[in-house]
């Protein structure tokens, strides 16, 4: 298939689209290198540096593009609730506008990496597709817009849609060459990246956002998939779109970890003592976050091979140490 993959010069889009390159589909890869790394992206992809709300200039009509996988978007629940109207804008306005893009040339197929954010405090769990959705942040609230867009397209203009719902990500895409992609943001905000800064010594010490959440240990417990399972999943993905429909499914590990575990497991990896201060709460994080993933199991066929903390932290550790630090 001839594909178009934005935010492929980021962490998960950058993993999938060496996976879709090593099954023989063709990538054409449309960032704009705001928050992603040129380096990061495949060799052997086309890249156009240009903006989703450009993404027009790309796919025309005579183009052949079979499938847009849409990864492109801002990620950061915290920053979401300081700086909404960026949220707003990158992860809505400019995803319709990739939309009217996707439409006008006739693309049938889109995988879209949305987030179990969507479903807020769960009121079951692990969470399941049929969850009440009802984000505490504004991140969580943009890419469901963004999802209830592609129910309507699909609806209305026989869009063949998957929306792929996930927690934290993990690990790195570690290849046979020795050679590893993983995850870079600046500034740094998730959890196991900053641990592995700490351990590297670029930061002295870690905080750990709230220790009085009603979890076994009092620190927010989440789910945490490997970036190797989670591209795999974009794959099949593509497998079971089917013209007019708005497939949906949530993907996890089965297992929640607690903010202690991960820096217990990265204290393990790394052998660095990593030095923890308690932090108030961050505003909008919910407690706990575990996705049911029963239904990916059963329609994608999709497994999580990687779901120990040491499988992704030790891969994420070979990448820093490799590129990073
Ligand atoms: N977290 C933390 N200290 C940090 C960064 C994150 O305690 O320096 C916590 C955060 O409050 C949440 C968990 O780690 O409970 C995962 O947060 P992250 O930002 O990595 O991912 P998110 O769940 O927001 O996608």
Redesign the pocket.
């Known amino acids: 298939m001839k594909l178009l993959v934005t935010g492929g010069a980021g962490y998960v889009g950058s993993v999938t689209s060496r996976l879709l390159l090593d099954a023989g589909h063709e990538v054409v890869v449309l960032d704009n290198l705001s928050t992603g790394f040129r380096e990061a992206i495949a060799p052997d992809a086309t890249f156009v540096q240009a903006d989703i709300a450009d993404a027009g200039t790309v796919l025309t009509p005579d183009a052949g593009f079979d499938a847009v996988l849409h990864f492109a978007g801002l ?4 920053e979401s609730m300081h700086k909404p109207e960026l949220y707003w804008d990158h992860n809505v306005q400019r995803s319709l506008a990739l939309l009217n893009a996707v439409r006008a040339a006739g693309v049938p197929r889109m995988v879209f990496s949305s ?1 179990a ?1 969507v479903y807020g405090n769960p009121t079951e769990l692990p969470i399941t597709e049929t969850a009440t959705k009802a984000p505490t ?1 504004t ?1 969580g609230a943009t890419k469901l817009t963004f999802d209830f867009a592609l129910t309507s397209e699909a609806f209305a203009h026989g869009l063949a849609a998957v929306s792929l719902r996930y ?2 990500v993990a690990g790195a895409l570690i290849r046979e060459d020795g050679t590893a992609i993983g995850e870079r943001h600046d500034p ?8 592995l800064q700490v351990a590297a010594g670029k930061r002295e010490k ?5 220790d009085d ?1 009603p979890t076994a240990d009092g ?4 789910d945490y998939i490997h970036v190797q399972d989670l591209a795999r999943a974009h794959l099949l993905a593509l497998d079971v779109a089917a013209p007019g429909e708005h497939k949906i499914f949530n993907l996890g590990n089965g297992n929640g970890f607690s ?1 202690l575990e ?1 820096v217990e497991a990265a204290r393990q990896v790394t052998g660095a003592e990593l030095p923890v201060e308690i ?1 108030p ?2 505003q909008g ?1 919910p407690a706990t ?1 575990v996705a049911g993933s029963q239904k990916a199991r059963d329609e994608l066929g999709w497994i999580p091979e990687k779901n120990t903390l040491t499988d992704m932290i030790g891969d994420a550790w070979a990448f820093y140490r490799s590129h990073v630090a």
């Open positions: 990620i950061a629940a915290g987030t954010a942040n991140y927690f934290n740094e905000t998730h959890l196991i990246p900053i641990t870690l905080q750990i956002f709230g959440y620190t927010c417990v989440r903010n991960v932090a709460q961050r994080d976050l």
